[in-house]
């Protein structure tokens, strides 16, 4: 008898232990803040430069009834929105390119 009982408890103890390292791997967790470089997030896109000074970034549009078009701008430390995608065109990409 103690040994039935013994053996159930060590099989809900697996169990239990599974399921929790399984809850771990797979619960949320807590927001990064956001990468350096291009992104998109919110229906926006973004340059997040990480260093201390200005730089000349450029972007390539997709353009979907015209041909692509690059363009270059400034940007500053931090955040930058860089553009809005719309239903004609989108940023596909933007990479630093030099100092301005």
Same mark, same amino acid.
């Given at each position: 008898?103690?040994? !039935?009982? *013994?053996?159930? #408890?060590?099989?809900?103890?697996?169990?239990? /232990?599974?399921? %929790? !390292?399984? *809850?771990?791997? #797979?619960?949320?967790?807590?927001?990064?803040? /956001?990468?350096? %470089?291009?992104?998109?997030?919110?229906?926006?896109?973004?340059?997040?430069?990480?260093?201390?000074?200005?730089?000349?970034?450029?972007?390539?549009?997709?353009?979907?009834?015209?041909?692509?078009?690059?363009?270059?701008?400034?940007?500053?430390?931090?955040?930058?929105?860089?553009?809005?995608?719309?239903?004609?065109?989108?940023?596909?990409?933007?990479?630093?390119?030099?100092?301005?």
């Amino acid at each position: 008898m103690k040994s !039935a009982v *013994l053996k159930k #408890a060590m099989v809900t103890a697996v169990a239990t /232990a599974s399921i %929790g !390292a399984g *809850l771990a791997v #797979a619960s949320p967790g807590i927001a990064s803040a /956001a990468p350096c %470089g291009f992104y998109t997030d919110a229906g926006r896109h973004w340059y997040d430069h990480c260093g201390p000074t200005n730089v000349r970034i450029r972007m390539h549009w997709d353009n979907f009834l015209a041909p692509d078009v690059e363009e270059e701008m400034c940007v500053g430390p931090g955040k930058t929105q860089i553009g809005t995608p719309n239903s004609l065109k989108r940023i596909t990409g933007a990479w630093y390119v030099g100092l301005c």
